[in-house]
């Protein structure tokens, strides 16, 4: 690779390091293509980015993002997945797709700026993702107006039941 192409390479990934909301590092060892494919469509469903790249240049490209928290890890056969948007979106992918597998280990993560070992990474993929954060929010905000909705509509059905009582009495003498 030309000096050229690597000045270029090494902008562009500072410049996504520099977006990079949650970033987990994976060692991937004797890993199959079928099974890296799988993953990177299932990353790219989550809309998060898989990517393997020179640890040299992933080291330069960290220096002032909050990647450099793991750039120390950028060492021998790793990948990167990274999100831009949900924090939690590429540690629920990842740790759903590699449960019972030997060959991919999660090594280190960034996750709003912080170092999160492996350990880390596990109970993050358990948190709710954004989208059910969204949908929890919208149930809670939801809650109140129903409940406004059934007190205004309460008096006015029990006036009627009252009513309806007093009819059916006087029909029945």
Known sequence: MLKSEKEEMIKDLHEKFARTKTAVLV??????VETVTRLRRKFREGQVEYKVIKNTLARRAAQGTTVSAIS????GPVALCISYDDEVAPAKILMDFIKDMETIKVRSAVVAGNRVDANGVKALAKLPGLN??????L???NQPAGKLVRTIAAPGSQLA???QAHADKAQGQ
Do not use: Y
């Not at 060692?27 to 199959?32: F, G, H, I």
């Not at 120390?72 to 060492?75: G, H, I, S």
């Open 27 to 32: 060692e991937s060892s004797k890993v199959n």
């Open 72 to 75: 120390d890890d950028f060492t």
């Open 139 to 141: 149930g809670m905000l």
């Open 132 to 137: 059910e954060l969204r949908g929890m929010l």
């Open 161 to 163: 039941r009252v009513i």
